[in-house]
């Protein structure tokens, strides 16, 4: 029977070894951490959540984890589940921008699930398997160079989660990824359609995560080369060379590349979104909006407005935030209801925003990104766009940071824990 690749069993003894984290690296986790329960805890009652949670009523009973913003108790893979679409289906939640992965998400759902379970955890062990989690699901994404078919945040961080989950559960570390391969779920069309299908896609990979990792620890065999094998990911899922990333396992947290995004929308609008926040443009002083920018940008968030579009579909098109954004200042979740997005003045500043394409051809490219603006009077400017705001090169200031958590605040249930946001990481592990 043949074994796991040697870059697969670098990845594996990677996850099972004994790791001191860099106290910055340290201090990003729990800020993360602590940015995506809230962002879960904010999604409560969100589209399509209360038909998430009614399936996973049904799928079991438990009660041994903590459901996000509630003092709901399910079944660790239910909970779990739950979790996956709170944390994603507001378009909040953090993403590695190279790798394209939202990875803190199923990572957070799953191990958090876990450590519930297991009755709590230790503060370390829990930043540890929660780093490398999100170490994994974003370097499996580095290692990429074909465009996403599948959505990758999904079939990344089962991946990166099960593995994360296992070495807190004690499970075999090999069987868990491989069985996470096996449940390795969700593509693009739910994307493009802009279907509450896309944080389902997270959820059920949170789920399948917890059930990877306890099929491991039962003894439940799994393919040993899940990644390099003939029928691995890099066959079958995407193109690339783990190379890419294994070379620099244990020199380079991941977890400190992870973008903190300020608006709930998608990832793709935020480079413009933070230039026009930071503008602060009279929208009827506005003649036009173009934005040229790279093929993925387009793909992602270059969708018609319609009065009629879904909360979904609104949350990825460009032309509706951006006026969303020149009303308001801002991006608030209670503003994609039907109401809001058939408003007259919000459909005529959205008819005045057009993306174009750019002369760069790379499929995964975020960057350069230009955006032009011509004012009533007839004057136009151009805007350079290097970084997104959020990343880390961009990072959000004290202000930006804590005006999303108040808001995250506000829109979660008044009955959620309050350490979700005074004291994420107690929360995290103590099971209280």
Known sequence: MSGASQNTQRLLEFAGAEHVLPAATCNDAVRLLGDTLAIGAA?????????ILQAARAMGSGNDARLIGTDERLSAPSAAFVNGYRIHCLEWDGVHEPAVVHAMSVVTAALGAAIDRKGGCDVEEALLALSIGVDIASGLGLSVDSSMQFFRPAVCGVMGAAVAVARVDGAPLDEALGLAYSSAAGTMQAHVEGSETLPFQIANAARAAVTASDLAKAGFSAPKDP?????????????GDLARYTGDLGKVWRISEVSTKPFPSGRASHAALGKLSALALDPDQVASIELACPPLI?????????????????????????????????????????????????A?????????????????????????????????????????????????????????????RELAPASSNPRIFDDPMTYFTDNL
């Open 43 to 51: 999604a409560v009652d969100a589209p399509g959540e209360a038909q």
């Open 298 to 346: 387009r793909r992602l968030v270059d969708r018609p407005y319609s009065r009629d579009m879904q909360p979904s579909w609104a949350r990825l098109c460009m032309p509706f935030l951006t006026a969303l954004m020149l009303s308001d200042g801002r991006i608030d979740p209670r503003r994609f209801t039907a109401d809001d997005i058939a408003k007259p003045k919000l």
């Open 227 to 239: 990644l390099e094998g003939p029928f691995g990911y890099y066959q079958l899922f995407e193109s």
């Open 348 to 408: 005529a500043i959205a008819a005045k925003v057009t993306l174009t394409p750019d002369e760069n051809s790379d499929a995964n490219a975020l960057f350069p990104q230009v955006l032009t603006v011509t004012m009533a009077d007839g004057s136009s400017q151009m805007y350079g766009v290097e970084h997104t705001l959020g990343s880390p090169d961009n990072p959000l200031s004290p202000q930006q940071a804590s005006a999303k958590l108040s808001l995250a």
